[in-house]
Every structure is written in C-alpha cells, then in structure tokens.
C-alpha cells in the first residue's frame, strides 16, 4: 500500500495569510500542518508517500521533510501546477503508483482520536479491491462531499458541496483505493469548476459497486482548518489535550517509532537535531519512559 499527500492547491480563502507560504506548511498549535495528514499515511501503513505540492512550494516541503528516512520511509514530490482538482493527484501518481493500492489524504485534513490507528490498519488490509471513504457527522454538510444513505443505511449518492444536504455525513479528505484508481480518474471529466473532482471518481467507484463507507465515531476529532477562526480553535484544541496529557497529537516521529519503523538511534537523533524546542524534548522524552 503506497500513500499521496496532496498538498497543493492556492489557499485563497486564508489570503493574505497563503500569499507567501503553502498552507499545509502553516503552523497548528506546535508543529506544521503537514505532519497531522503525514502521521495519518503512517498509520495507513504507508511506506512511500509521494507528496505532491505546487511548483514553487516544492523546495520548502523538500526542506521540511527530507527524503523520509526520518520516519523510516521513502517520500518522493511531485508538482501540481495548478490546483485543477484532487482526483488530479491519482493521475500525477500514476507512475509513482504502478497499479498498488493506495491511501489518498489531503494535506489540511486533520484526524485525530481513539481506535483511530486500529481501523486506518484495518481499512488498509482489505485495500487489495474497491475503494473506502471515510464519514464524519457535521453541522454543516453544504460544505463538503456529503453522503446520502439509502433505508438499509448502504451509500446511494455523494454530493459535492449541496445547496442542501441529503444527511449530515461529510466525506473526509482520506480515501484508500485500490489499483484501478488512476484508470478511474483519467476518465473523469472536469467539472463545472473545471476540476477532477473526487466526488466523481467515489461515485464512479459506488456505481460499479465498489464502495465502501467507514463511518467515524464521536470520539474521533475531524478537524476543520479551512478558515483563519477554524484554524485558531485547531491549534487551540490540539493544545489543550497535548498540555492536559503531556502526549503529542499527530507527531509523525512518535508515530514511526512506535510502528517499528525507525528505532531508538533514529529517534535520539531526531530529537537532538531539533535541538531546544519542547518538541524535541517530548522525542528524548518517549525514550526516557521507555
Ligand atoms: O476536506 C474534505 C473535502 O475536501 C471533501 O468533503 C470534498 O468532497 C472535497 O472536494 C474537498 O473539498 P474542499 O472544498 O475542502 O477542497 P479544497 O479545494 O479546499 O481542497 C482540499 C485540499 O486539497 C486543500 O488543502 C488543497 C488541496 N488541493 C485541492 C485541489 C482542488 C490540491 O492540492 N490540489 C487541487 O487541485
């Protein structure tokens, strides 16, 4: 199973704060966006992760996230040139891909909660034929793909973005596939948007019945990063469970060492590299209690 980061796209409804900077490069509460979806990938199983980004971002997730080796897998980049959709991603990671399954998480999508890492593993296991999305109940389904659930609670249709929605089930940005995905994906047709949306290609995969639909609980938290506001109370949430606990929310380090993908060494350099930071305190200190 390979995984994509998809994080390129202009962020224009956080300008001027995105004119600058990628948006999955801004900070949530103590470390970048990037690495919430990134630890999300680990837990898919994910061992090389092509990570797609604008042209001139490029350089600065190169920066930021090396060759992988930190974590223990491989990463490799790509570039989008203009953000002209997210099933787009399937199609820039064709060859990358070479017919695997594969886990597909946008780079502003943020989960986090219990048994999470479980049923990412399971879901991953049972890759091998159709595709999963996952859902999560909301308050305000009009600005997502939403799901519609016909009397037997199996998935009749996905909208994107209803004037008004068919139930309050959102489809989040992690979607796992199997290898037919970018075949799937070269035959959309852009949308009035003029995108590849992602909605088309889960609704090609619900037509051929292919689709599965995981719906995540209460106790997991879907975090919402699409405004200045929704970004402030996700720093702030993430802040406030990482105080009271004294453990890292989504710190892909952690993750990887506590997957076996990177050993005591790895982790002891890592935490010496970011020198003084609490977070390079917080890497010694999962060794200490060790
Ligand atoms: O967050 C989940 C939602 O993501 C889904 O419920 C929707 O079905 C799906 O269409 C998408 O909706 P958004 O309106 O949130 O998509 P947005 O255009 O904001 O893009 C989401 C992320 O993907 C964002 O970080 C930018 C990146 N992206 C997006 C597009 C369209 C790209 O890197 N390239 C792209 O071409």
Redesign the pocket.
């Known amino acids: 199973m390979k995984g994509i980061l ?6 224009t ?1 956080l300008h001027p704060i995105t004119k600058g900077v990628s ?2 490069l801004l900070p949530l509460f103590d470390k970048p966006m990037v690495y919430y979806p990134l630890s999300t990938l680990l837990w898919t199983g994910a061992k090389e992760i092509l990570v ?3 042209p001139e971002d490029q350089l600065s997730f190169k920066r930021l996230l090396g060759d992988g080796s930190w974590l223990g897998v491989k990463l490799y980049f790509e570039t ?1 040139p ?5 099933s ?2 399937l199609l820039i990671g064709r060859d990358f891909l070479a017919g695997e399954p594969c886990a597909l998480a ?4 943020i989960f986090y909660g219990q048994g999470l890492p479980e049923s990412l593993g399971r879901v991953s296991e049972a890759s091998s034929q159709g595709a999963t999305v996952f859902a999560y109940q909301v308050h305000d389904p009009e ?4 799901m519609e659930f016909d009397e037997n609670g199996n998935p009749r249709d ?1 909208q ?2 209803p004037a008004k929605a068919p139930s309050t089930w ?4 992690l979607y796992v596939y199997d290898g037919t995905a970018s075949e799937r994906a070269s035959r959309l047709k852009p949308s009035p948007r003029g ?5 088309d290609l889960n609704l090609d995969y619900l037509k051929s019945g292919n689709l599965k639909v995981e719906k995540l609980g209460r106790g997991i938290a879907w975090l919402d ?2 405004t200045p506001t929704a970004m402030l109370q996700a720093s702030m949430f993430i802040q406030a469970i990482e105080e009271r606990q004294g453990l890292q929310v989504c710190c892909p380090e952690e993750v990887a060492y506590r997957l076996g993908l990177i050993n005591d060494h790895q982790l002891l350099q890592q935490a010496k590299a970011l020198g003084k930071s609490d977070y390079g305190k917080y890497l010694l200190s999962i060794l200490e209690k060790n």
């Open positions: 998809l994080a390129g796209g202009a962020g409804r948006k999955q797609i980004t604008t989008q203009e953000p002209k959709g997210i787009q991603a946008l780079g502003d999508n600005r997502y793909g939403v996905i994107e973005k959102a489809v989040t940005g995108e590849l949306e992602i909605t990063t699409g």
